[in-house]
């Protein structure tokens, strides 16, 4: 997993590169409660210094990221980080597992005074269904709440929340692992807390006051880890960044502090070294903003200041049966080249379950006909198993890719095509058909494992470059900040002082 990548260091070099007007250059992160102690009672500050003292009954467990803090929610518990001035815009992130996501009114983190009513902000659960909810109270008595649907958080599942405040533009936003589940504008509005407030964790109080935490409705029962406060609003690609990337191995050691030099490395356009790891700016690589891309020998991510992810491909209407797929003919498909990447000219994807004509979804097949396309052709299909354990591996024995070669994900000698798996959960099988000119076919069967269904289908018709590695220039891992066709490369090797551009 990573930590929080996105504290914008200052620049050194400030003529190296000229930032866009929109850029955040000036953010910072202010503080971050990594929650990794293991033991004593004090939740140490990594960035600002702000020590936050533990209350009540509590323990440190397994995080999302090494350890994290966990309530029970029967007794009080908290983390008390003391008075955290939040004013104007900022940027409020956790991770969080609840251990009963049906209840209401638990408090996940929250800034308030000690005084009934007059809390700063609040996010936690809400409305008993799993939904979230984040207020904010501009005038210390009323809120004003934002609220997710239901079934945004998991019983015993971890989910990333950001909530955000936007100064300039009063936009109030909750994202939930990496994307927008509730917004609202308040014009006219202003954030500052003027008075002292606590910044707690778990609970929403540490007193016994009439309607504050000491009451089971406001203790939050499960862990929460890795909380962070910026004094900017992120946007929406930085958080969908931020979570695309938590699954990266290689950077479970990264924390906010070394991503600063990652950032710094992109803003001077020189090199900086972290650990072992060197790293340095390129360009080339064409993935969506906030999309995460595996390699061979590591994984790239890029975002940009726009926010704008990736957030659907080309769709195939459901208004026919999908058995015959002919590339060449788009009457029911709609074509939007470059949303993978800048050489991919013909993508189609599926709606949900393709073979929703189909009685058994466990058994179907599909023509690939490339029509007067040149090159290979890629088709990727999404599997669901409905029940029971995950047997998908019986794919491998069970699907037939007559004239193409049938790839599982992790074992694909087509990386490029792995950044599909971060942006589109469940995307697990990759077929080739390494030449476009004959006609190939899928064929599935899966009469013994009827739980498994094809669940989506996307085919891109695009030669593959003979030195698709050389192309994309790229070793173990990219960070884009700000402009789209700019990255960071990670490139494994013993620390060396020259800088490179």
Do not use: C
């Not at 989910?159 to 692992?177: G, H, I």
């Not at 290979?376 to 004239?403: I, K, N, S, Y």
Request: proline content about 3%; glycine content about 10%; overall charge negative.
């Amino acid at each position: 997993m990573m930590r929080y990548p996105l504290r914008f260091a200052a620049l050194s070099l400030a003529a190296a590169v000229a930032l866009p007007s929109s850029s955040h250059a000036a953010t910072d992160l202010l503080h971050e409660w990594k929650l990794d102690e293991t033991s004593g009672a004090t939740a140490v500050d990594a960035i600002g210094a702000i020590g936050g003292g533990i209350g009540g009954t509590s323990s440190w467990t397994s995080g999302k990221i090494n350890n994290g803090f966990k309530t029970t929610g029967s007794t009080l518990g908290y983390v008390n980080a003391g008075n955290v001035p939040v004013s104007g815009s900022f940027s409020l992130s956790f991770w969080v597992k609840p251990e009963d996501a049906s209840l209401d009114w638990r408090n996940m983190v929250s800034k308030h005074d000690g005084v009934a009513g007059t809390r700063s902000l609040f996010v936690g659960q809400s409305l008993n269904d799993g939904a979230l909810r984040f207020s904010l109270y501009f005038d210390g008595t009323n809120a004003a709440s934002i609220d997710t649907p239901a079934a945004t958080v998991a019983s015993g599942s971890w989910a990333f929340v950001t909530a955000t405040w936007n100064e300039a533009t009063k936009v109030q936003s909750l994202f939930v692992d990496g994307v927008l589940r509730a917004s609202a504008t308040h014009a006219g509005q202003s954030f500052s807390v003027s008075r002292a407030s606590n910044l707690l964790f778990n609970t929403n109080s540490t007193n016994s006051i009439a309607g504050l935490g000491t009451g089971s409705w406001a203790r939050f029962p499960g862990t929460v880890d890795d909380v962070a406060l910026w004094s900017a609003s992120l946007s929406a690609g930085q958080i969908k960044a931020m979570n695309s990337t938590s699954a990266i191995p290689g950077l479970t050691s990264f924390d906010a502090q070394s991503f600063a030099s990652v950032v710094k490395a992109y803003d001077t356009n020189f090199a900086s070294n972290i650990g072992n790891t060197r790293w340095t700016r390129t360009t080339g690589l064409s993935i969506g903003a906030g999309a995460t891309q595996k390699y061979a020998n590591g994984y790239a991510m890029q975002f940009d200041d726009a926010g704008v992810g990736v957030t659907s491909l080309s769709r195939i209407s459901l208004s026919f049966d999908p058995q015959h797929l002919n590339l060449a003919d788009t009457t029911n498909t709609t074509d939007n080249p470059g949303v993978i990447g800048a050489d991919e000219p013909a993508i189609y994807l599926s709606s949900h379950e393709i073979d929703g004509l189909v009685t058994n979804s466990s058994i179907g097949s599909a023509d690939i006909r490339p029509g007067t396309m040149n090159g290979d052709v890629f088709v990727m299909l999404w599997l669901q198993d409905m029940q029971g354990a995950d047997d998908r591996a019986a794919l491998r024995t069970e699907l037939v890719g007559a004239g193409g070669s049938i790839y599982s994900l992790l074992d694909s000698s087509d990386q490029k095509w792995t950044q599909l798996a971060s942006v589109y959960n469940g995307f697990d099988t990759l077929v080739r058909f390494d030449d476009a000119s004959l006609v190939g076919a899928i064929n599935w069967d899966f009469a013994t494992h009827t739980d498994i269904v094809v669940d989506r289908l996307a085919v891109s018709a695009v030669p593959e470059p003979t030195t698709a590695m050389a192309v994309f220039a790229i070793t173990t891992g990219a960070f884009l900040r700000r402009r789209r066709n700019s990255q960071l490369t990670t490139h494994n090797e013993t620390p060396s002082s020259k800088f490179e551009n």
